[in-house]
T-cell receptor, first 116, second 115 residues
């Protein structure tokens, strides 16, 4: 299957700083990328959907000014957590899919963010 | 709106025993259904998917799942569990209409395998 690479896999940052997470589709062009947040022992919560070259669509309750998403190319999307707080500590996972209706989404390996 | 229920939060089986993980979905039309597996600290790996056709689908690692429209279910099965199958399993649904590829996940079932 297609490969989605997420970087970094683990990051620790100080409160008030910003951290950027990258999601790359290595062997296919991703027209759409998705960012999820996973709380401990909880399911995946979709944060936003991004299409290459356009603004991301955020789910209800997700602060777009705090979680900045950029999908500048068909192989790269970034999530920037701005002014991070300890409650932003979580596991963030991206997924990517090609165009068309009946296709699957491929997931990155996730990023463990710890804000201290 | 679509939704997914995984009734079992945690299941423990012995190695070599059979396994069935339950998944019930809610969607007005024919859904697209998926099972994913997640090892600790890792992303999700697709085990199998159902879009249409044969209601019994085969996946990787010896897993299979059966779509039962009358029961709104898509249960995952494996005849003989291996210790390496210990992980978190997520059922997910996507609506078949439109171009929105938003997946809705269940809360997951943690599988523990005893030697």
């Amino acid at each position: 299957g297609a490969v989605v690479s997420q970087h970094p896999s683990r990051v620790i940052c100080k409160s008030g700083t910003s951290v950027k997470i990258e999601c790359r589709s290595l062997d296919f062009q991703a027209t759409t990328m998705f960012w999820y947040r996973q709380f401990p022992k909880k399911s995946l919560m979709l944060m936003a959907t991004s299409n290459e070259g356009s603004k991301a669509t955020y789910e209800q309750g997700v602060e777009k000014d705090k979680f900045l998403i950029n999908h500048a190319s068909l192989t790269l999307s970034t999530l920037t957590v701005t002014s991070a707080h300890p409650e932003d500590s979580s596991f963030y996972i991206c997924s990517a899919r090609t165009g068309g209706l009946v296709t699957e989404a491929f997931f990155g390996q996730g990023t463990r963010l710890t804000v201290v | 709106a679509q939704s997914v229920t995984q009734p079992d939060i945690h299941i423990t089986v012995s190695e070599g025993a059979s396994l069935e993980l339950r998944c019930n979905y809610s969607y007005g039309a024919t859904p697209y259904l998926f099972w994913y597996v997640q090892s600790p600290g890792q992303g999700l790996q697709l085990l199998l998917k159902y879009f249409s056709g044969d209601t019994l689908v085969q996946g990787i690692k010896g897993f299979e799942a059966e779509f039962k429209r009358s029961q709104s279910s898509f249960n995952l099965r494996k005849p003989s569990v291996h210790w390496s199958d210990a992980a978190e399993y997520f059922c997910a649904v996507k609506g078949s209409g439109g171009s929105n590829y938003k997946l809705t996940f269940g809360k997951g079932t943690l599988l523990t395998v005893n030697p």
